[in-house]
Nanobody, 126 residues
Framework: QVQLVESGGGLVQAGGSLRLSCAASGRTFSSSAMAWFRQAPGKEREFVAAINWSGGSTYYANSVKGRFTISRDNDKNTVSLQMNSLKPEDTAVYSC???????????????????WGQGTQVTVSS
């Protein structure tokens, strides 16, 4: 059974940093794109960052460019999100996602992904 489990969320002051991790089990995603999404209270879920199968291509939402970095370790079947210069508006539940299909693409829409983690809360105080 496929499972994605996020960790690393918490409470941080504005300007601080957090590193989120997502561990996958039950299936290898070494040939598939993975991504991070977030959902704040009262808002729709939005795209944050995506990475292709090899880690050679990444894509970021404009709101996080220059502050967040997505990476993956295919040997460990994990994907991470380094978040720097955090702002109160970054407060949300962050979820990782993975595609079932193999391929070289990078995708920003939630419908491109088949497996989802339970989410981890990130709260940024001012």
């Amino acid at each position: 059974q496929v499972q994605l489990v996020e960790s690393g969320g918490g409470l941080v002051q504005a300007g601080g940093s957090l590193r989120l991790s997502c561990a996958a089990s039950g299936r290898t995603f070494s040939s598939s794109a993975m991504a991070w999404f977030r959902q704040a209270p009262g808002k729709e879920r939005e795209f944050v960052a995506a990475i292709n199968w090899s880690g050679g291509s990444t894509y970021y939402a404009n709101s996080v460019k220059g502050r967040f970095t997505i990476s993956r370790d295919n040997d460990k079947n994990t994907v991470s999100l380094q978040m720097n210069s955090l702002k109160p508006e970054d407060t949300a539940v962050y979820s990782c996602a993975a595609r079932r299909a193999s391929g070289s693409g990078v995708y920003a829409h939630e419908y491109a992904y088949d497996y989802w983690g339970q989410g981890t809360q990130v709260t940024v105080s001012s």
